[in-house]
T-cell receptor, first 117, second 111 residues
Framework: EAGVVQSPRYKIIEKKQPVAFWCNPISGHNTLYWYLQNLGQGPELLIRYENEEAVDDSQLPKDRFSAERLKGVDSTLKIQPAELGDSAVYLC???????????????FGEGSRLTVL | SQQGEEDPQALSIQEGENATMNCSYKTSINNLQWYRQNSGRGLVHLILIRSNEREKHSGRLRVTLDTSKKSSSLLITASRAADTASYFCATEDNYGQNFVFGPGTRLSVLP
């Protein structure tokens, strides 16, 4: 079974340029998360989707960040324009929420490492 | 803000020794999870312990949870060089399925 797939793995851009990250979750997973991880820190939630609905985007800087999850499957995270402080790893995770004993386990992709120059 | 706080921030041990990491959190939880992250990779789920459980085992891993102290510990027995990684605790709050991660413990197992 394929895991969570993210692309690109690495991206280097100049500040003020736009950038987009793509995530394909595990088939059948209804919940999708985007996390930001700074060097030496734990992941911080940016946005959580339940199917195609963004149920928690309180930590998403909406002036420059946007996300979408069309048809409740793949998702894209966009930054426009990028700033120097956006350099980080952007992690996508998915899970299947059904209230059973495995509820809550997150499956992470390898992440997209962004460097803003 | 991060609810979980791991302790210590970094740990260096010899192969074969046991490694213990602690996690403290602030609010009520439904469950607590531990994840491992190898350098440059995504996080991998290790074990989940529910708020009504006190101890759980999985292979060389032993997790305890003390809800009265709002703390958990992860014990890795007979450590191997391949256990070198960062370990994170994550808590799920009572209001939904938001997972809050701590800053992690960086474990180095020396051969």
């Amino acid at each position: 079974e394929a895991g969570v797939v993210q692309s690109p793995r690495y991206k280097i851009i100049e500040k003020k340029q736009p950038v987009a990250f793509w995530c394909n979750p595990i088939s059948g997973h209804n919940t999708l998360y985007w996390y930001l991880q700074n060097l030496g820190q734990g992941p911080e939630l940016l946005i959580r989707y339940e199917n195609e609905e963004a149920v928690d985007d309180s930590q998403l800087p909406k002036d420059r960040f946007s996300a979408e999850r069309l048809k409740g499957v793949d998702s894209t995270l966009k930054i426009q324009p990028a700033e120097l402080g956006d350099s980080a790893v952007y992690l996508c995770a998915s899970s299947f929420s059904w209230g059973g004993p495995n509820t809550g386990e997150l499956f992470f992709g390898e992440g997209s490492r962004l460097t803003v120059l | 803000s991060q609810q979980g706080e791991e302790d210590p921030q970094a740990l260096s041990i010899q192969e074969g020794e046991n490694a213990t990491m602690n996690c403290s959190y602030k609010t009520s939880i439904n469950n607590l999870q531990w994840y491992r992250q190898n350098s440059g990779r995504g996080l991998v789920h290790l074990i989940l312990i529910r708020s009504n459980e006190r101890e759980k085992h999985s292979g060389r891993l032993r997790v305890t949870l003390d809800t009265s102290k709002k703390s958990s510990s992860l014990l890795i027995t007979a450590s191997r060089a391949a256990d070198t990684a960062s370990y994170f605790c994550a808590t799920e709050d009572n209001y939904g399925q938001n997972f809050v991660f701590g800053p992690g413990t960086r474990l180095s197992v020396l051969p």
